[in-house]
């Protein structure tokens, strides 16, 4: 599927599933969505230890990954959809912007969160190599493709057959269609593997954990010109 296509479909799903987001995720990934959020943004306490002064949460819609954060901070919240960016409560600061081309000077920010939006990229490669440049360190929760072939294609079973109906159990019929559209998503984004190169190469150092039989991986990572 053409990239730009996906990713205009990608943003009108955002704009109608912002009101049960979160009692969806929670379902869809058995539970296990906002566990997986504090793992990644514990790596970098886990790693350097100080409180970040200086964040940003990059496709932060709501703001759930901002929530776990500790201490004294100043978070700037960006995301394409104004309509996710609205119920966000965690920023002290929106834009409206896209990973790829993003209005912020070098290194500006002590940390950086992604949380579930950098397989949303239309270039993921584009997108990290902006994350690396904005920011000292990088904390990154995704969707992934699992590099198993046979992992990979029971998770297509169960994000084709069994996750929309799960969602339906709980959502609106308009929210719980558009989550069908993760089945897309995992077909068309590069194996974990792939993306383990990529953030590599951007990186001084890193670390890069599968979780859910490798449908969503975790990564921290130091930019590589970290001075
Ligand atoms: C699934 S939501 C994740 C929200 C939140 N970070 C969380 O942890 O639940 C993904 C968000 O990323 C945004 N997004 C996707 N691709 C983007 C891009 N290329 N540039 C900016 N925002 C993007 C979407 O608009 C959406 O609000």
């Given at each position: 599927?053409?990239?730009?296509?996906?990713?205009?479909?990608?943003?009108?799903a955002?704009?109608?599933?912002?009101k049960?987001?979160?009692?969806a995720?929670?379902i869809?990934?058995?539970?296990?969505?906002?566990?997986?959020?504090?793992?990644?943004?514990?790596?970098?306490?886990?790693?350097?230890?100080?409180s970040?002064?200086?964040?940003?949460?990059?496709?932060?819609?709501?703001g759930?990954?901002?929530?776990?954060?500790r201490?004294?901070?100043?978070?700037?919240?960006?995301?394409?959809?104004?309509?996710?960016?609205?119920v966000?409560?965690?920023?002290?600061?929106?834009v409206?912007?896209?990973?790829?081309?993003m209005?912020?000077?070098?290194?500006?920010?002590?940390?950086?969160l992604?949380?579930?939006?950098?397989?949303?990229?239309?270039?993921?490669e584009?997108?990290?190599?902006?994350?690396?440049?904005v920011s000292?360190?990088?904390c990154?929760?995704s969707?992934?493709?699992?590099?198993?072939?046979?992992?990979?294609?029971?998770?297509?079973?169960?994000?084709?057959f069994?996750?929309?109906?799960?969602?339906?159990?709980i959502?609106p019929?308009?929210?719980?269609k558009?989550?069908?559209?993760?089945?897309?998503?995992?077909?068309?984004?590069?194996?974990?593997?792939?993306?383990?190169?990529?953030?590599?190469?951007?990186?001084?150092?890193?670390?890069?954990?599968?979780?859910?039989f490798?449908?969503?991986?975790?990564?921290?990572?130091?930019?590589?010109?970290?001075?």
């Amino acid at each position: 599927m053409d990239f730009g296509y996906r990713w205009r479909a990608l943003m009108e799903a955002y704009k109608k599933i912002w009101k049960a987001y979160e009692r969806a995720n929670f379902i869809a990934t058995l539970g296990n969505v906002d566990r997986w959020r504090e793992e990644a943004v514990s790596l970098f306490y886990a790693v350097d230890g100080r409180s970040p002064v200086k964040v940003l949460d990059a496709g932060a819609g709501p703001g759930n990954m901002a929530r776990h954060l500790r201490g004294v901070r100043y978070v700037v919240a960006l995301d394409a959809t104004p309509e996710m960016l609205y119920v966000n409560t965690t920023a002290d600061e929106k834009v409206v912007g896209v990973f790829e081309y993003m209005p912020f000077r070098d290194k500006g920010f002590d940390l950086l969160l992604a949380g579930y939006s950098l397989h949303a990229s239309i270039d993921i490669e584009r997108a990290i190599a902006e994350f690396n440049r904005v920011s000292l360190y990088q904390c990154v929760v995704s969707i992934g493709n699992p590099n198993n072939k046979f992992v990979r294609k029971l998770l297509s079973i169960y994000t084709k057959f069994i996750l929309p109906k799960l969602v339906c159990l709980i959502t609106p019929k308009e929210v719980c269609k558009e989550y069908k559209k993760i089945h897309l998503i995992i077909s068309s984004i590069p194996p974990n593997a792939k993306i383990r190169e990529i953030v590599g190469r951007y990186s001084k150092f890193m670390l890069f954990k599968e979780r859910g039989f490798g449908s969503v991986y975790i990564y921290f990572a130091s930019s590589s010109n970290f001075t």
